[in-house]
């Protein structure tokens, strides 16, 4: 199992850890040992933080409150009270601690200092999402959100590898075979903020 990290907002790609909302979910914080594992690759922590299923169960509310806060922004619907209370809760707290060495820069926290770290991360973008353009990956299944930083801010998928070259590759299908596309993507249209198209 291997994360992805390209959503260009440490929040929104913790977000991502639970794949494919609108079908069949997969989630990729299965276990403990998963979350210590993102920490390091997201690089919050250089070592892996020592969490256990409660840390998890927690790490876990604070994602789904960070996808529903951002999915509201993105619909033009108040924030969840509750959600946003827990995020701010939780960046309140320590953020991981960094350490200077002679190989380089340490970081390192426990399951509330990664925590800290994402609710952060939620906070300055959903602070700043109106002069954003943040977007849901076009291809019908996916539903990570990512920050369209392209030049020319007309990015349609999460990333080329998982979603935008296996739509392309079904669509030629589709052409070859003399059959629609199967509704792969959502349209073909310059990507708009989804302010107008369903959450589920």
Avoid at 29 to 37: F, Q, T, V
């Amino acid at each position: 199992m291997s994360f992805l990290f390209v959503s260009g907002n440490l929040a929104l790609d913790f977000a991502g850890t639970l794949k494919w909302r609108r079908g069949e979910p997969e989630e990729l914080l299965a276990a403990p040992a998963d979350l210590g594992r993102w920490a390091v690759e997201a690089g919050v922590t250089t070592e892996r933080p020592s969490v256990g299923a409660a840390d998890l169960r927690r790490l876990r509310a604070l994602r789904e409150a960070v996808y529903r806060l951002v999915t509201s922004a993105m619909h033009g619907r108040p924030w969840p009270d509750d959600d946003l209370r827990l995020v701010n809760a939780e960046a309140e707290g320590a953020p991981p601690r960094l350490r200077l060495t002679p190989a380089g820069v340490v970081r390192s926290g426990d399951a509330g200092a990664l925590a800290s770290a994402v609710a952060r991360s939620a906070a300055e973008l959903l602070g700043e999402i109106g002069g954003l353009r943040v977007r849901e990956c076009a291809r019908e299944e996916c539903t990570r959100i990512f920050v369209d930083r392209s030049r020319g801010g007309n990015r349609q998928w999460c990333g080329m590898e998982e979603c935008g070259n296996r739509v392309k590759v079904a669509n030629y299908r589709s052409r070859r075979s003399g059959t629609a596309p199967l509704g792969a993507a959502r349209g073909q249209d310059p990507p708009v903020s989804r302010s107008s198209t369903s959450e589920r």
